[in-house]
């Protein structure tokens, strides 16, 4: 049977790893400075599309793209 307790320990787990993953790209971007246009502009797009997004759910699978996009340009940063 569903459970909703479960369900929403779920929404907000992958949301809290989103978040880390977030915080982590801005630490990048604080320490490198606007060094890399592209990954700051890839960076400032998951920051919107994270505000526009509904917290009650699971991050949707545009968000999630947005974020590795954003972790591939700071891979090549660094």
């Known amino acids: 049977m569903w459970d909703a307790g479960t369900a929403e320990e779920a929404v907000n787990d992958a949301y809290r790893e ?3 993953r977030l915080r982590r ?3 990048i971007l604080v320490a490198k400075g606007l060094t890399n246009l592209e990954f700051a502009q890839a960076l400032s797009r998951v920051h919107r599309a994270e505000r526009r997004g509904d917290r009650s759910r699971e991050p949707r699978d545009e968000l999630r793209v947005l974020l590795e996009r ?3 340009l700071a891979r090549r940063s660094a």
């Open 18 to 20: 989103f978040k880390v």
């Open 25 to 27: 790209l801005d630490e």
């Open 70 to 72: 954003a972790e591939a």
